[in-house]
């Protein structure tokens, strides 16, 4: 079956920096747009970065940008998720998503369009 499983979460001071990771199995990972979304307790969900299929196009949320990279290798079935000079309004339980597309710009938007979504991993910035 089709599968996205993040890791690299944990708990990092302010300023610090993680990489996050996201594997799939089950697909052909080169025919997916790719997402990261996160979500605090009370608050909706927030597309923090996506990136197109080919990997050409990029497109991230105000609070991250600059701060933030996604990056995607098709041969290990992977995309990541490099941040830095995180806040700790960065705090949340971060989810990968994929969705079915060739879709030439990338497009994050709320959600609703990504199809499979990983488990999501804690990660937490500490004052």
């Known amino acids: 079956q089709l599968q996205l499983v993040e890791s690299g979460g944990g708990l990092v001071q302010s300023g610090g920096s993680l990489r996050l990771s996201c594997a799939a199995t089950g697909f052909t990972l080169a025919y997916y747009g790719l997402a990261w979304y996160r979500q605090a307790p009370g608050k909706e969900r927030e597309g923090v970065a996506c990136i197109s299929s080919s990997g050409g196009s990029t497109n991230y949320s105000e609070s991250v940008k600059g701060r933030f990279t996604i990056s995607r290798d098709n041969a290990k079935r992977t995309v990541y998720l490099q941040m830095n000079s995180l806040k700790p309004e960065d705090t949340a339980v971060y989810y990968c998503?994929?969705?079915?597309?060739?879709?030439?710009?990338?497009?994050?938007?709320?959600?609703?369009?990504?199809?499979?979504w990983g488990q999501g991993t804690q990660v937490t910035v500490s004052s």
């Open positions: 998503a994929a969705v079915y597309s060739q879709i030439v710009q990338a497009y994050c938007g709320k959600g609703t369009l990504y199809d499979y």
